[in-house]
């Protein structure tokens, strides 16, 4: 039988969440029923080199110049023309209503990819909201939408996006990379110059208004009163200005030297295991993929009750509400306070809840027969 032709698209292939998730689907798809091309509007991307190294998948971008150029569209269209794909499928925000415009041009199948919730859209640029509300009018047209977690299923249906063909496929995470890492624990604190007997707590995420890393530090000035064996870690990039305020206000609040700015960090996996506990903060998720990496490295997880991310960790780690910095910081305390057997028994816990519900030959699996009963009813 030949093979579905599935023309991937989205915005970028720099790091985030979504483009993580794209290049974990890509490469667990079945090559044997799947064709695959990943359209990127934009060129470079710090994870163009591993999916380019993906047998069977093919990248092209489209060199967009920035928000307003309109040019990829035509170049997307043109290649859809050329590569006949069954689907297209438009990887979150505007690459959904460029697919929409592509597939059906083309007379292919159009999917949409939903990987966010409740997300605060006046923190960014007014044409997110815009888009967003350009979404809902057309929903209407996608034959399936694969949204990431219940939470961000029933927030769009909510928000107006037609719930008529929407289904909810959690992300997976490859335990086989995320794994605790013997002596990776000790190589990274030293390179961090971490003092022996010191306990690690971070935060993973672009600096970004929705990952709230205010939150985070103002939950790690009051925990610093209690437990001056404590030090924080926040791994990630973002805009200068942004991150720059991050920083004053870290050290105006107390935390001069308790707080490492790790920055972008190349090995993510001993990043992981170089930790006591992992921190979500954010304000607004779908089904958080660092939240997954963190207990699949047997890491016990304090997260703000937000999209999925309560339903993730159950109950081997502690949900609090979003900008709630006394909670957060509790919860910190009580799982330093844990036994040392209580602490490994509920990293194991963590583990093989992430090998049994969210894995990436799930989410391939899933994925893959929606889309073959999507093309071959």
Same mark, same amino acid.
């Given at each position: 039988?030949?093979?579905?032709?599935?023309?991937?698209?989205?915005?970028?292939?720099?790091?985030?969440?979504?483009?993580?998730?794209?290049?974990?689907?890509?490469?667990?798809?079945?090559?044997?029923?799947?064709?695959?091309?990943?359209?990127?509007?934009?060129?470079?991307?710090?994870?163009?080199?591993?999916? @380019?190294?993906?047998?069977?998948?093919?990248?092209?971008?489209?060199?967009?110049?920035?928000?307003?150029?309109?040019?990829?569209?035509?170049?997307?269209?043109?290649?859809?023309?050329?590569?006949?794909?069954?689907? !297209?499928?438009?990887?979150?925000? !505007?690459? #959904?209503?460029?697919?929409?415009?592509?597939?059906?041009?083309?007379?292919?199948?159009?999917?949409?990819?939903?990987?966010? +919730?409740?997300?605060?859209?006046?923190?960014?640029?007014?044409?997110?909201?815009?888009?967003?509300?350009?979404?809902?009018?057309?929903?209407?047209?996608?034959?399936?939408?694969?949204?990431?977690?219940?939470?961000?299923? *029933?927030? =769009?249906?909510? $928000?107006?996006?037609?719930?008529?063909?929407?289904?909810?496929?959690?992300?997976?995470?490859?335990?086989? *990379?995320?794994?605790?890492?013997?002596?990776?624990?000790?190589?990274?604190? =030293?390179?961090?110059?971490?003092?022996?007997?010191?306990?690690?707590?971070?935060?993973?995420? *672009?600096?970004?208004?929705?990952?709230?890393?205010?939150?985070?530090? @103002?939950?790690?000035?009051?925990?610093?009163?209690? /437990?001056?064996?404590?030090?924080?870690? $926040? !791994?990630?990039?973002?805009?200068?200005?942004?991150?720059?305020?991050?920083?004053?206000?870290? %050290? @105006?609040?107390?935390?001069?030297?308790?707080?490492?700015?790790?920055?972008?960090?190349?090995?993510?996996?001993?990043?992981? #295991?170089?930790?006591?506990?992992?921190?979500?903060?954010?304000?607004?998720?779908?089904? +958080?993929?660092?939240? $997954?990496?963190?207990?699949?490295? /047997?890491?016990? $997880?304090?997260?703000?009750?937000?999209?999925?991310?309560?339903?993730?960790?159950?109950?081997?780690?502690?949900?609090?509400?979003?900008?709630?910095?006394?909670?957060?910081?509790?919860?910190? #305390?009580?799982?330093?306070?844990?036994?040392?057997?209580?602490?490994?028994?509920?990293?194991?816990?963590?583990? #093989? %809840?992430? @090998?049994? =519900?969210?894995?990436?030959?799930?989410?391939?699996?899933?994925?893959?027969?929606?889309?073959?009963?999507? !093309? %071959?009813?």
């Amino acid at each position: 039988m030949e093979k579905i032709r599935v023309f991937f698209l989205i915005q970028t292939l720099d790091t985030g969440g979504a483009e993580r998730q794209l290049i974990e689907l890509v490469k667990a798809l079945d090559k044997d029923e799947f064709s695959v091309t990943v359209g990127a509007f934009y060129d470079g991307g710090a994870f163009r080199d591993e999916l @380019e190294g993906v047998e069977g998948v093919r990248v092209i971008t489209f060199g967009q110049k920035g928000r307003w150029d309109l040019v990829p569209v035509v170049h997307i269209l043109r290649e859809a023309s050329r590569i006949r794909p069954d689907i !297209v499928y438009g990887f979150m925000g !505007v690459a #959904n209503e460029t697919a929409a415009v592509v597939g059906r041009a083309v007379g292919a199948k159009v999917v949409w990819g939903l990987l966010s +919730s409740d997300m605060d859209l006046s923190l960014y640029h007014w044409v997110s909201g815009f888009m967003f509300k350009i979404g809902a009018m057309l929903s209407r047209i996608p034959d399936l939408i694969i949204a990431n977690s219940e939470a961000g299923m *029933r927030h =769009h249906i909510s $928000c107006g996006y037609s719930g008529r063909r929407m289904i909810v496929i959690h992300n997976g995470i490859d335990a086989g *990379r995320f794994r605790p890492v013997e002596g990776a624990k000790e190589a990274q604190r =030293h390179q961090w110059q971490v003092p022996e007997g010191v306990k690690l707590i971070g935060i993973f995420g *672009r600096l970004d208004p929705i990952k709230d890393h205010r939150t985070f530090l @103002e939950a790690a000035a009051i925990l610093v009163l209690k /437990r001056p064996d404590v030090r924080f870690v $926040c !791994v990630g990039t973002g805009a200068g200005e942004f991150a720059d305020g991050l920083k004053t206000e870290a %050290r @105006e609040g107390g935390l001069d030297g308790k707080v490492i700015w790790a920055g972008w960090v190349a090995d993510i996996v001993a990043a992981y #295991n170089a930790m006591d506990i992992v921190t979500s903060a954010s304000i607004s998720e779908g089904l +958080s993929n660092v939240i $997954c990496e963190a207990m699949a490295c /047997r890491v016990p $997880c304090v997260v703000t009750d937000v999209g999925d991310s309560g339903l993730i960790v159950g109950s081997t780690g502690i949900a609090v509400a979003k900008k709630y910095p006394a909670a957060m910081a509790e919860a910190w #305390n009580i799982m330093l306070n844990w036994p040392a057997a209580k602490t490994a028994e509920m990293g194991s816990m963590a583990r #093989n %809840r992430i @090998e049994e =519900h969210f894995s990436v030959r799930q989410m391939a699996v899933k994925t893959g027969a929606a889309l073959i009963k999507l !093309v %071959r009813g």
